[in-house]
């Protein structure tokens, strides 16, 4: 024989005599007490476990809320601005009554002054001069254009006029028995200076 086979016999003899020795073994095992006489147990099936019960699916998270923005404080009514205090208002200057114009002529505005044949009186364009029925002269109007001055009076159906001009040297006239001299104040009145030859002088006015 070859070594290789030699090797192969000594391999199964060594195995044959372990295997008997296991069986040897066990045949000179005594029984367990109460087995005697009993047929052995037969063991009983395993019962398969139950399969586990599925899981239930777990519910899906719901999406994370987004973060609500942090209130902002309330803005602060701003601050009236103080009102500067008022000025004490200064008093106002008493006012004085004006002193009445002295005319520069005699009779000033009182046409009614004529009536008597004799008056100087300040004249405007509109004005009407009157005198006494005694004299036989009627009204008289007078008209202004400018220093331009003209006198008028109805004679029955016919109209008499006549005009002089203001400031003018010699602006006298002489007219149905009247004498009308016409001239201008410093002031810029017109003054009409009027006399009738049956006129009486007429007495001064008394300084009281």
Sequence with gaps: MSTRNLGLLTTTAVAALALGGFAGAALAAPNPPGSEGEPAAIAAPAVPEPPEAPKAPKAP???PRPAMPEPKPAAKPAKPE????AEPAMPEP???PAKPRHSAAKDGRNLEACADGRCEVVVRDGDT???DDKF???PIRIEMRGEQ??????DGSSKLTTSATAG???G???????????HKSAEGELILKLSHPDAREKPAKSGR
């Design 149 to 154: 001055v003209t006198f008028s009076r109805k």
């Design 61 to 63: 998270e719901a999406p």
């Design 172 to 182: 006298t006239i002489h007219w149905n028995g009247l004498t009308m001299r016409i």
């Design 136 to 138: 036989g002269v009627k």
């Design 82 to 85: 103080p009102k500067p205090a």
């Design 129 to 131: 001069i009157k005198l």
């Design 168 to 170: 003018y040297p010699g």
């Design 94 to 96: 008493a006012i004085m």
